[in-house]
């Protein structure tokens, strides 16, 4: 089954609908729940300092992860806790939206979770996760100087990211 | 009959050999660790240039032998074409690649680079860039390697000033 496959940057990205500032701010985190990157692009309310905000989001998403799994009225495969999993096997949220904000999230088989928060309006983002996940790979996965579990700091993707998220409507 | 490999396999492969031996084999000895890379990259070129330049008649100057590397090895190893090649016509080629194949992803820290600026002769700034440099010993090597079996022996090294562009400078020997 071919989930991230192809040739460049690929999938190619979704069709950008409307230019400027959709999104609020966006987090990488690992399997182990280090935060490898944290991008802000409108964020005009800070409740916590940055170590507690992260903390707060990956024990967040871990628990909201497992309560769907264990709510789940169709699947009886329940999975482990904290495994990731393939895409398509067991439950797995996508979103979730306030009056304020909508949190998009994705979950890839290496554990890799990414978290983009945008005003309520946006529609589906799986599409636009996954090429961000595929920036990942070609910037800094394959980036020689990159070391596996650290902060992310490479030019290059953050200049991709950048512009591809402002194209997001 | 051809065979095909993922080119994240070649990649992949390339970074763990330079991390191989400039972390474990030769830890605290770039040199060393430079040197044993660049070997294995004139083994490398030395049979490349037997695969392709097989149909091919011989090379009648050395100019033309650095053409033939220009374009056809180029394309065969890196998909593109060298863009620039100067030459002094005595004896020394820069041959400039404005988008080098296996440098495209490399990207340094934004903030270390900042830091640069203040003063630039601050060591987190050459680390980097000493870092960026051992991946380019692999390819000084097959270059070498290429014009050593076409019977031209030389020295290559390879300049770094703006990424992702590349120079590689070939120095015949007399």
Redesign the interface.
Known sequence: MQFFGGSEISPSPPVPTASGNNAHMMYVFNRNGVCLLYKEWNRPLHTLNPQQDHKLMFGLLFSLKSLTAKMDPVNADKGNLGVPQLPGQGCSFHSFRTNTYKLSFMETPSGIKIILVTHPKTGDLREALKYIYSLYV??VV????YCPGSPI??????TALDQYVRSIS | MVREVAE?CV??M??EM??MYSGRFYANKPELAARRIEAIGYQVGHQLSERYTMERPRFSDHLEAIKFICKDFWSEVFKKQIDNLKTNHRGTFVLQDNKFRWLS?????????EKETEDPSTPGESK?AQ??SM?LYFPCGIIRGVLSNLGIPCAVSADISSLPTCSFVIRVKA
Do not use: C, G, H
């Open positions: 070609e910037y394959k980036n020689p100087i700091k490479s030019e290059l993707f953050n | 994240s990649d992949t390339l970074m330079v991390a992803r490399v990207s340094i820290d934004p903030s270390s680079s980097a870092a960026v991946y």
